[in-house]
């Protein structure tokens, strides 16, 4: 059984709590919802989920029950003991507080070398979260995330794509990801006042490269989004070292797909 919206109201009432603006709180208060989520997630008995930013464990039900193994990681301490008494009967539910910002995820998800995120990530920390995961935690083999419609978008964009931009290159050099459903915001409490939408991401195999190098080509790049790469990348890529990446110095950053990102680091390495 997941939450109501008169049951999201009275676990707020009982905790003597309210949504917090500084977390970017806002609890999906619609069992169609989280079931469909858990669904797209596709995970079961065996599996291995960590969801973050649990909150008061709509989601969490839901995920447990599939089956599979979840870890409800939430950061507000004020939250933490309703959560721990909504899944207070499922054993295969385990809740952690800690920041994700912050935390020791080799510590955390040293259970299982395979893991599934799958979360309502806070607006405010989505895209900076999901990227660190990326570059990070590689035990988090795939991702189903819900996020603001127009950061889904830059995570699934594709190139020559007005939301294409260096978020989008980073997760297509280390996964594949692509929209899986969009939520209406009617489904919240407190009601957002933006659209949201799932992204799933799944883990590739990279191209040999520096990411130093590369992530720091396309950041310069497309801090300047507007401008030619001999422009934006002058005094960091010679004329010599576009020619060997294939790359022309008259392409702007939007226009270039992961693997002409990669050439171009790579040239710039050798």
Request: net charge negative; with cysteine.
């Amino acid at each position: 059984m997941t939450h109501s919206r008169p049951h999201i109201h009275e676990l707020l009432e009982q905790g003597g709590l309210a949504p917090r603006r500084d977390l970017g709180q806002n609890f999906v208060a619609d069992p169609n919802t989280v079931r469909r989520i858990a669904s797209l997630a596709d995970v079961g008995p065996g599996d291995h989920v960590v969801e973050i930013g649990a909150g008061l464990g709509s989601l969490t039900l839901a995920l447990a029950d599939t089956g599979a193994d979840v870890l409800a990681v939430e950061v507000d301490s004020g939250i933490v003991p309703v959560l721990r008494s909504v899944v207070a009967d499922r054993a295969n539910v385990t809740v952690v507080e800690v920041d994700a910002m912050k935390a020791d995820w080799d510590e955390i998800l040293s259970g299982s070398d395979s893991w599934t995120l799958v979360a309502n990530l806070p607006y405010n920390v989505g895209t900076p979260l999901v990227c660190d995961l990326l570059d990070e935690v590689p035990s988090i083999t795939s991702m189903l995330v819900m996020v603001q419609k127009e950061v889904a978008e830059r995570f699934a964009a594709s190139p020559g794509s007005k939301q294409y931009g260096a978020v989008s290159v980073k997760t297509s050099f280390w996964a594949t990801a692509r929209l899986a459903a969009t939520v209406p915001a009617s489904v919240f409490v407190p009601k957002p006042n933006v659209e949201s939408a799932l992204v799933r991401i799944d883990r590739r195999t990279p191209p040999e490269v520096d990411t130093e190098t590369l992530f720091g080509l396309v950041k310069q790049a497309f801090g300047q989004r507007r401008k030619m790469l001999r422009r934006s990348l002058n005094g960091v890529v010679t004329p010599g070292q576009f020619d060997a990446a294939e790359v022309s110095p008259e392409a702007r950053p939007e226009t270039l797909d992961v693997d002409a990102w990669v050439r171009l680091a790579r040239a710039v390495s050798a």
